[in-house]
């Protein structure tokens, strides 16, 4: 059968194998869109997750009768639900924690290399040793290391320091009571949920490597992720409230 | 209005400092982070539309005002390397991140590709 054919067919009956039928065709799009977007703090396997997640609600809304082609229709979808997801909640979790943790790891390649061949390595031997991209370490070696506050930001600048021009922290007060309610939130969690949010936000691992670690599947990892997302907004709105 | 030119040779190893400094450039313009990592995506894909085109070169004109406009265009054209399914999807791509993607053909081949980022308010 044709795209067209498959299409009206699995509109016609609803019948799961034709549509499963239908994604593993274009299983490829969702892959190829979601390395285009490696690189953003998120890994791999929850983009493609995300892509195939797209996928497969594409599928359900394409009309084969409007005369277009499904890849062109399914591509922006796809890129759509990637850009969601990274304004979601990609950026505030994972990148400012990768850029520092990378950074330390370019620091201690950078010297293991220095020992074993004898010159300063560059930054494409630092990649490949830490399997990163070497755009990746361009731009966390531009993303500036510790730097004194008593320092001047800039050459031209009157005598000011970092010290002077920086705006104040935030309260430390509402840093703590913070802290309080998530943990309070936290203890609303079981112990497998538990694992779950150790797992994925605080080694950071993917939802594969995460599922693997506790014995499930990927997709039973994302409906928990999900459920104790949901279960801490709603602790968490209660204490703010209270 | 400030404007920026890039010539660069259409080949792999050259994306990286291409990426990086349209990444530069943006910030310049003052594009937010996601706007910056979107625009990288859009000239990368773009450079590969040349590239599979068969173009050795291309110039990248980046224009400072209101946002980042950018220009692409293929330069010393050989034989066609392929166009495959990819490029069709790069070319979405385009049309799904930027503001205004245009992909100019001339002679029925693809020669020149804009688009822009607006500053969000």
Same mark, same amino acid.
């Given at each position: ?8 067919? +699995? ?11 239908? &994604?593993?065709?274009?299983? +490829? ?116 290391? &510790? ?34 309610? &998530? ?15 150790? +797992? ?43 | ?9 259409? @080949? #792999? ?9 349209? #990444? !530069?450039?943006? =910030?310049?313009?003052?594009? @937010?982070?996601?706007? =910056? ?8 894909? @773009? ?6 085109? #068969?173009? /050795? ?8 005002? /209101? #946002? ?5 265009? !293929?330069? /010393? ?6 166009? !495959?399914?990819?490029?069709?999807? @790069?070319?979405?791509? %385009?049309?799904?991140?930027?503001? /205004? ?8 081949? %693809? ?11």
């Amino acid at each position: 059968m044709n795209d067209g054919e498959l299409f009206a067919a +699995y509109r016609a009956t609803g019948d799961i194998k034709i549509r499963n039928e239908i &994604v593993e065709k274009y299983l +490829y799009i969702a892959s190829v869109l979601a390395k285009k977007f490696v690189g953003r703090g998120v890994e791999y396997d929850d983009l493609y997750q995300v892509a195939s997640l797209a996928l497969l609600k594409g599928v359900d809304r394409f009309d084969e009768t409007k005369g277009v082609q499904f890849s062109t229709f399914i591509t922006p979808t796809i890129t759509g639900e990637i850009k969601n997801y990274f304004r979601d909640r990609s950026r505030l979790v994972h990148l400012p924690r990768r850029v520092a943790e990378l950074r330390i790891s370019m620091k201690r390649a950078a010297e293991e290399i220095t020992k074993e061949t004898g010159k300063r390595p560059s930054a494409k031997e630092i990649a490949e040793r830490l399997g990163v991209s070497e755009e990746e370490i361009l731009r966390c070696a531009e993303a500036g290391g &510790v730097v004194s506050l008593d320092n001047s930001p800039d050459r031209d600048s009157d005598g000011m320091s970092f010290h002077e021009v920086l705006p104040a922290v935030d309260d430390v007060f509402e840093e703590v009571d913070n802290r309080d309610a &998530v943990n309070s939130a936290l203890k609303t969690l079981t112990e497998e949920e538990l694992a779950l949010v150790r +797992y994925r936000f605080g080694a950071e691992l993917s939802q594969v490597e995460t599922a693997k670690r506790m014995g499930v599947s990927q997709m039973n990892v994302s409906r928990m992720e999900r459920k104790i997302l949901q279960k801490l907004k709603v602790t968490l709105a209660k204490s703010l409230v209270e | 209005m400030k404007e920026i030119r890039l010539t660069t040779p259409l @080949s #792999g190893e050259l994306m990286t400092t291409v990426r990086l400094t349209t #990444g !530069g450039v943006c =910030s310049v313009a003052g594009l @937010s982070m996601d706007d =910056s990592e979107d625009c990288k995506v859009c000239v990368t894909e @773009s450079l590969l539309l040349l590239m599979h085109r #068969g173009y /050795n070169a291309a110039q990248i004109a980046f224009t400072v005002e /209101n #946002g980042l406009g950018v220009e692409i265009e !293929g330069q /010393n054209k050989t034989e066609r390397e392929s166009a !495959g399914q990819e490029d069709e999807i @790069s070319a979405a791509i %385009l049309c799904a991140l930027a503001e /205004n993607a245009v992909l100019e053909k001339k002679d029925g081949e %693809l020669c020149r590709i804009t688009f822009r980022f607006g500053l969000q308010a």
